[in-house]
């Protein structure tokens, strides 16, 4: 009986002490007991594998994976229906004064389409090599939008109740061009009530192990097709109206222009500077075999632009430059493909926000530095409703976006994630 006994009081004491133990992980990170570094990389790698490239985008997967979380961890989430049948997602940290302007956080779930050749690991398992993560989004921005969840799951377990409101973004749709995401979000009426006032989006890794960039300004794109208009002619005809000659004077005018900006690369950024690539030509007649006829005039002929207007222009000098050049040329004519329609005013920069982020930077020992974004990316349409935003990727490696073995150090990972922390702290403290 003694013996008994003695086996059934033991049972119950494991019992206990499991039960215990379950509690404890349960209540603590949503059941994870591992160091918080150590989910951080984790959740990165957990992310990653889930593929949002386009044209068909994991977003339900994607979503449910972020609000696991962020239920797990007592966070607010909610989800917002967009007009295009996309969906955003909001992860909320309520702070203790909303009459203050929100702080937003912004990632976009959806990755550019990789391949598994010439990568060091699949670019969708989000293995560690030589100590980096690999993996298509690690910097374009799912490992911007880890950091930017760890930093408030690190506040809020070690008891930092924020003044202001913090808000994580999760957007769809910006990898290719943000209209049925970020646009269609802005006018919302569940965003227009979050009181927004500072805007965190994308910047770019900086390359450079003692600085940081902050993206302050970005180019808006104009894309447009020159068609040209001559007449069907044989090419021993000295005197035929060639479409194509037409066409050619009028891009040689366009190359100069372009070729005149790159020589101020140096002096400026290329993100401050015009310019305009020719991007596609065609013409040509062509034969049953599918060759070009060499001995052919062709009676029209087509060329596409793509045209980056810098902060400091607006797109209507550029369109008046356009229209300049192209009235000599009769026959010639362009059509606008694309453009942004938002087109923010160019302020000084040194707004409280990025004086604050610089700050936050300088604690960790590095530079920051004012950065003019070659591209376009979701910060337009917060810039363009009055919304003081940067864009901010607090890694030091060699920007890779949209590359072959797309990759974060993990140590550059935690560190951004440190930033953040502090970044947020000294923000909405």
Known sequence: MNNKHSIICLALLAATVYLVGLIARSSYAGGDTRPLNEQLVSFLQDYIRIETTHPNPAYDKALSFLKKHALADGFTYQEVSLPSGNTAAIISFIGTSPELPALALNHH????????????????????????????????????????????????????????????????????????????????????????????????????????????????????????????????????????????????????????????VGSKQPGELLSMNISSLTAGIKKENGHIALNMVPDS??????????????????????????????????????????????????????????????????????????????????????IDGVGFTPFAIADNIHGINESVPVDQLIRGKDITVHFIKEFCG
């Open 109 to 264: 779930m959806d990755v550019v389409p990789a391949s598994a050749e010439g990568w060091i690991t699949p670019p969708f398992a989000g293995e560690i090599y030589a100590g980096s993560i690999i993996g298509r989004g690690t910097q374009d921005m799912k490992g911007i939008g880890a950091t930017h969840y760890f930093a408030l799951k690190e506040l809020k377990e070690h008891g930092f109740v924020p003044k202001r409101s913090i808000h994580i973004f999760a957007v769809p749709d910006e990898e290719v061009g943000g209209f049925k995401g970020t646009k269609e979000f802005v006018q919302t009426d569940q965003f227009k009530q979050l009181n927004i006032g500072f805007i965190v989006d994308e910047g770019h890794a900086s390359g450079n192990e003692q600085i940081l960039d902050i993206k302050v300004a970005e180019r808006k794109p104009i894309q447009i097709r020159i068609t040209g208009k001559g007449e069907l002619a044989h090419g021993s005809h000295l005197a035929a109206h060639n479409a194509i000659h037409d066409l050619v004077q009028f891009l040689d005018q366009i190359i100069a222009i372009h070729v005149s900006q790159q020589s101020q």
């Open 301 to 386: 002929a087509q060329a596409t632009i793509d045209i980056r207007v810098p902060p400091t222009m607006k797109k209507r000098d550029v369109k008046k430059m356009l229209d300049d050049k192209i009235k000599h040329y009769p026959d010639l004519n362009y059509v606008i493909l694309a453009e942004a329609e938002e087109e923010p005013e160019l302020k000084d920069f040194k707004t409280s926000l990025y004086c604050a982020l610089s700050k936050s930077i300088e604690q960790f020992g590095l530079c920051p530095q004012p950065h003019y974004f070659e591209a376009s990316s979701d910060l337009r349409f917060y810039q363009a409703r009055g």
